[in-house]
């Protein structure tokens, strides 16, 4: 009976392979397993869901001569969701079968998908992890914001809760042990033969082109164009921009760099980058020696200098932060002190954020000369912010850094101390006043002496006189 009931089933399925030869058991339990599969046909039938079957990673469809074909419920995705004593029940009556049937079976590999477990699609039970795309989405957010916080738009100033003082805060390198400014101690710098004299090139004429001149909320800047390089240092620095720094009103100091711990009233830096190695400023201003500044003292004169005329004949058409002008080329060599020759060299940084330790600095010895009326220009003119109220942009300078071990060169012999020109003055008057004082002193001393001379004199006379009348 069995066996008729075998070759029927097999019968309505002429294109299913010859069944293979099978003992007593193995048939009663193929028969059994097909009845199951048709009673399950029909249930899903009858409740409305049958839908195609969907192929899903980490299953396996077993497709023998047995099933022809027809899914079974590991293969039907939107069954729901079994217990877990159900899937053991289930896993151990397929492990059964497969002792009990030769049939080969087809195993399907698919790409995993997310850990996380659609609602679609049951699935035994998984933690939901974060992928390793996620992952990478917050890390590189972080980043994002970390970099924002760190460095774009930070807000920096030079004094208040921003100030310098709490920049390492912000700009960690503003905290190291190579910064600028400095104070440059006279009797401790040592003389290097090497140090060659320093020639610009093309200041007296750079270019036909206008330069740019901005208020940037900090100082005011002018832009230079690469024509302007100089010889004299290790390789050949090409110029581009010069700013300037000064104090307020009232205060005869203003300038970062200090010799002998002294400040002049203001001071201006010229800036150069390695074109040899580097394509832009910004890219040399993060690397040893990628940049190199001039930093000239400027202390008050009699006379009203041309060259820094220029540039302060134009402070008010950018009084507020973020306003820019064009104004014509001129001599930048005037900008500079008469001798090149005399300076110190040391290696720095910038001497404002992010303080960069790629700055060879040169700091001339002989100063340029501003009249009072310049610097006071350069004083009460620009502001900090965009629009008024404002506040005025004085005070521009950075503190004296240590100089930590550092050695500071010079290119010239010190011979005696060195003093400014109103020092110098100062001076002479002290030593013609001296030499007054002690030319009067003389010459009292020398008539009191004359006069008790001729006291002496006359007594002895008058003496001598008695004796012969007695």
């Known amino acids: 009976m069995l066996n008729r009931l075998f070759k029927e089933l097999f019968a309505s399925?002429?294109?299913?392979?010859?069944?293979?030869?099978?003992?007593?058991?193995?048939?009663?339990?193929?028969?059994?397993?097909?009845?199951?599969?048709?009673?399950?046909?029909?249930?899903?039938?009858?409740?409305?869901?049958?839908?195609?079957?969907?192929?899903?990673?980490?299953?396996?469809?077993?497709?023998?001569?047995?099933?022809h074909g027809t899914p079974t419920?590991?293969?039907?995705?939107?069954?729901?969701?079994?217990?877990?004593?159900?899937?053991e029940r289930k896993t151990n009556t397929l492990n059964s079968r497969k002792l009990l049937s030769p049939a080969p079976t087809l195993s399907l590999s698919l790409p995993a998908l997310s850990p996380c477990p659609?609602?679609?699609?049951?699935?035994?039970?998984?933690?939901?992890?974060?992928?390793?795309?996620?992952?990478?989405f917050f890390t590189?957010?972080?980043?994002?914001?970390?970099?924002?916080?760190?460095?774009?738009?930070?807000?920096?100033?030079?004094?208040?809760?921003?100030?310098?003082?709490?920049?390492?805060?912000?700009?960690?390198?503003c905290g190291s042990n190579a910064q600028s400014p400095i104070n440059i101690q006279?009797?401790?710098?040592?003389?290097?033969?090497?140090?060659?004299?320093?020639?610009?090139?093309?200041?007296?004429?750079?270019?036909t082109e206008p330069l740019n001149l901005h208020n940037n909320g900090h100082t005011v800047q002018l832009s230079l164009p690469s024509t302007l390089y100089l010889e004299g240092l290790p390789r050949k620095y090409v110029a581009a921009q010069l700013h300037l720094h000064w104090g307020q009103k009232g205060t005869?100091?203003?300038?970062?760099?200090?010799?002998?711990?002294?400040?002049?009233?203001?001071?201006?830096?010229?800036?150069?980058?390695?074109?040899?190695?580097?394509?832009?400023?910004?890219?040399?201003?993060?690397?040893?020696?990628?940049?190199?500044?001039?930093?000239?003292l400027i202390e008050v004169g009699e006379t009203k200098n041309p060259a820094y005329e220029h540039i302060l004949s134009h402070l008010h058409e950018i009084k507020y932060k973020d306003q820019k002008t064009s104004m014509p080329p001129f001599n930048v060599r005037g900008l500079l002190p008469p001798l090149l020759a005399q300076y110190f060299r040391y290696n720095g940084s910038l001497t404002t954020p992010p303080c960069y330790q790629s700055v060879l600095w040169t700091v001339f010895h002989r100063r340029a000369q501003i009249s009072t009326e310049q610097l006071e220009k350069l004083r009460e003119t620009l502001f900090s912010t965009e629009e008024e109220p404002s506040e005025p942009l004085v005070q521009n300078y950075r503190a004296p850094q240590p100089l930590?071990?550092?050695?500071?060169?010079?290119?010239?012999?010190?011979?005696?101390?060195?003093?400014?020109?109103?020092?110098?003055?100062?001076?002479?008057?002290?030593?013609?006043?001296?030499?007054?004082?002690?030319?009067?002193?003389?010459?009292?001393?020398?008539?009191?002496?004359?006069?008790?001379?001729?006291?002496?004199?006359?007594?002895?006379?008058f003496t001598s006189a008695r004796a012969t009348e007695a």
């Open 73 to 87: 419920e590991n293969q039907i995705p939107w069954k729901p969701a079994e217990t877990q004593r159900q899937q």
């Open 186 to 207: 006279t009797d401790s710098v040592t003389f290097d033969p090497d140090l060659l004299p320093l020639q610009p090139h093309g200041y007296e004429q750079p270019g």
């Open 118 to 136: 659609s609602p679609l699609v049951p699935r035994p039970p998984v933690p939901c992890t974060p992928s390793g795309h996620t992952m990478l």
């Open 252 to 296: 005869p100091w203003g300038s970062e760099h200090l010799i002998n711990g002294k400040a002049t009233a203001a001071e201006l830096h010229i800036v150069h980058y390695d074109s040899e190695s580097y394509e832009s400023l910004s890219e040399a201003a993060q690397r040893p020696q990628g940049l190199a500044v001039l930093g000239i």
């Open 404 to 461: 930590n071990q550092r050695m500071v060169f010079a290119s010239f012999i010190q011979v005696g101390p060195s003093y400014t020109t109103g020092e110098m003055l100062s001076l002479g008057v002290g030593i013609l006043v001296g030499c007054l004082c002690l030319l009067l002193a003389v010459y009292f001393i020398a008539r009191k002496i004359r006069r008790k001379r001729l006291r002496n004199r006359k007594s002895v006379v």
């Open 140 to 173: 590189l957010l972080l980043e994002v914001i970390w970099i924002l916080t760190a460095n774009g738009g930070q807000h920096w100033t030079y004094e208040g809760p921003h100030g310098q003082d709490h920049w390492p805060a912000s700009y960690p390198e």
């Open 13 to 67: 399925n002429p294109g299913s392979p010859p069944p293979s030869p099978r003992t007593p058991v193995q048939s009663h339990l193929k028969s059994r397993r097909q009845l199951e599969v048709a009673g399950q046909q029909v249930k899903t039938a009858k409740r409305g869901k049958k839908r195609e079957g969907r192929k899903r990673s980490s299953e396996r469809f077993i497709l023998g001569p047995e099933t």
